[in-house]
């Protein structure tokens, strides 16, 4: 039976059923002598390993295929995909690394006797970052071992819709089919090919957390989490960092959210180059990086000179390679990324995307596990149950941390109507900034929520220490539907910062000064 689905403007078509005479799924390809599995995944990142793991479990025959290209800088990793390698995990650790400077200078207020100035010493760091994700790859080996899940390291591409050619690093091919194909490739980092000297002189996440030699002096090009996060971290072990943004940070986030995001790291040493798009890189005879860019306001054109120059401007799904239009798998052209329905499945039925390489998902590690350990239990588990994409909590890690789950202010009056939209904030000051004499202008909760009572939560903003901490536990809250009724009914835990988001009595309709005082 054929069907047609139409999602954000894009039409994807079932295939018809295959010609008379041509070898299908897995006993043509059995016939034709090449490696047959029930499962099929194609990228060894976190989607990919939990849906292989769980379809393992629940007794199927599982493949995994994983190459990584390495980047031009010539950075290579190990399998787990960005989030082991070159993202959440080395990411976090650098993160947790500038943190302990500044509980470092704290101590004193506590009565520490602290020598200063402190050094760091980022070869030490990055060797035992390193290590610990080196440790992560060879786990992620085990656990496919222990489940029976063949892996191969090879660079796939497709054939026919049931079927795959691999080539390993010394040219060498192997077939292999399946009866379900899992395409969980993700993406790659872009380069700003239309910048003279970007790829010749620029590095990316995909090289930061691997350099041997502390980066120096560097300019962060972009306004994504993934600027925001490198620059707060290289910030706070004492590196001069510059971060160059085009337009608004943190697109897509809760605006005032990022402008205080902004705010802190700027208060706390970060140089921001506002409007500004970078034309040149190119490198002196010292061998130091110059960079020239634009003012987009004024036309004007200014220079600096750098160490390194990071380039964060955006990501590209790993899909040109795998010669997807052999399968007949559509992709949206501008983006080429694989267009997806509510199981995951592409325009081939027993072809399935998840995870960065998905059209219209998040880019977010725990989305694409839990999408692919549901959609190993609806093919194999007989379950029926689809990944829901709403109310996903993240942290955005920046000196001081910005934790969300669901809505922003402008989507809920962009939804719902500034009329039918209540906000109950607060500026707060943590009770460990207090002795250590630290600034809290920038610490921060909103709950954004229906006008009409009981008040549904739509979403939870806080920016402050441990956010992620925080806002995973009234994920849950907001995932069940809590209403500002229930939370304000909350006892909270005292003292901490968490207890705020329990505390919030002043709404922005008010009008009235919404800075907590007293304990």
Known sequence: MAAALWRRGWRFRWRAPAAAGRVRGAAGAAAAGQRNY?????????????????????GRK??????????PRGTRWGLGGTCVNVGCIPKKLMHQAALLGGLIRDAQHFGWEVTHPIPHNWRKMAEAVQNHVKSLNWGHRVQLQD?????FNIKASFVNEHTVCGVTKGGKETLLSADHIVIATGGRPKYPMHVEGALEYGITSDDIFWLKESPGKT????????????AGFLSGIGLDTTVMIRSIPLRGFDQQMASLVTEHMASHGTQFLRGCTPLQVRRLPDGHLQVTWEDRASGRQDTGTFDTVLWAVGRAPETRSLNLEKAGVNTNPDNQKIVVDAREATSV??????????EGRPELTPTAIMAGKLLAQRLFGQSLDLMEYDNVPTTVFTPLEYGCVGLSEEEAVARHGQEHVEVYHAYYKPLEFTVAERDSSQCYIKMVCLREPPQLVLGLHFLGPSAGEVTQGFALGIKCGASYAQVIRTVGIHPTCAEEVAKLRISKRSGLDPTVTGC
């Open 38 to 58: 029930d499962l099929l995944v194609i990228g060894g990142g976190s989607g990919g390993l939990a849906c292989a793991k769980e379809a393992a479990q629940l």
């Open 62 to 71: 599982v493949a995994v295929v994983d190459h990584v290209d390495p980047s």
């Open 147 to 151: 489940r029976k899940v063949d892996y």
């Open 349 to 358: 039925p027993h072809i399935y995307a998840i995870g960065d390489v998905a």
């Open 219 to 230: 300019l962060v090009v972009g306004a994504s989490y993934v600027a925001l996060e490198c």
